[in-house]
């Protein structure tokens, strides 16, 4: 489970997003992010993402809740290379739902380094 200080989970948080950030976009997902500006004691805080699946996509809540855990821990396993500072909301798009978790996978590293977020594994 993604722990709390890496998530966003009003609804504020959300329309702040959507309202100030930019996109990069793939068939299956489109990724917004918007640059913090909260610092403490000259450190940027943790990265924070959000994750919507709409009813369109999957008609059952369980296979929306299933593709949103499959998200958090795909970015989990990403933390260490996505630099500090950034507000993230990652939308599921009506073709994920013929992808398998590994095709979601390279999909999500590829969103990443599409809008430059994911630095190079070493």
Do not use: H, W
Request: contains cysteine; aromatic residues 6%.
């Amino acid at each position: 489970m993604l722990a709390k200080q890496y998530r966003l989970v009003k609804n504020k948080e959300f329309a702040e997003v959507y309202r100030k950030g930019r996109s990069a976009a793939l068939p299956t997902l489109v990724l917004r992010l918007k640059k913090q500006g909260q610092e403490i004691k000259g450190r940027a805080v943790n990265s924070r993402f959000g994750f919507v699946v709409s009813g369109k996509i999957f008609k059952k809540i369980v296979l929306r809740n299933k593709l949103k855990r499959q998200l958090r821990s795909i970015i989990q396993g990403r933390l260490n290379r996505i630099p500090a500072g950034f507000d993230c909301v990652i939308i599921a798009r009506s073709r994920i739902n013929t992808r398998n978790y590994r095709q979601i996978e390279e999909d999500v590293d590829q969103l990443l380094q599409k809008s430059n977020l994911l630095k190079p594994n070493k």
